[in-house]
């Protein structure tokens, strides 16, 4: 079996360890990470912790494509009300947990910013418009 030991002098695993305890990266020595699982996952941990809450918010809103400015732009527009509900969410402990970003999930495109409830709904109807339709139906015939 191949081992190597990591980099990390401090490292809490027993070394030298087996391959499978790294992250494969092709550029490194034996194709993995010279630390191991364990204490690369903790580096990042740190690093992110490092670079603080707008950092983070700035990585989590770059998935949907979008920078903290459009987000706080769509906040504004829409006035902190859900685009749907027109509710405004009451836990108030992140700004970013408040409204989330909607995307389509075949284009990417961001389509509004949205409560949690609106949100969890729309994907428990697969984002289909026809079956939300019929939903609507049913409610005005009861
Ligand atoms: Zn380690
Ligand atoms: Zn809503």
């Known amino acids: 079996m191949i081992t190597k030991t990591c980099y990390n002098e401090e490292c809490s695993q027993e ?17 993995v990470r010279s630390r191991c699982r364990t204490c690369h996952n903790q580096a990042m941990r740190d690093y992110e912790r490092k670079r603080g809450p707008e950092w983070r918010r700035k990585k989590t809103l770059h998935r949907y494509g979008i920078t903290p400015q459009d987000y706080d732009r ?26 989330v970003v ?5 284009t990417q495109a961001v389509r509004g910013l949205l409560c949690h ?5 729309l994907g428990m109807f697969n984002d289909d418009p026809k079956v939300l339709d019929k939903a609507a139906a049913y409610l005005r015939s009861a």
């Open 117 to 121: 409830s609106c949100n969890r709904a």
């Open 15 to 31: 070394n030298p360890q087996p391959l499978t305890n790294f992250h494969k990266q092709s550029t490194g020595k034996l194709g």
């Open 74 to 99: 769509m906040f504004r527009e829409q006035e902190g009300k859900c685009k749907i509900c027109e509710k405004i969410p009451q836990e108030r402990h992140s700004r970013d947990r408040h409204l």
């Open 102 to 106: 909607d995307h389509c999930h075949t």
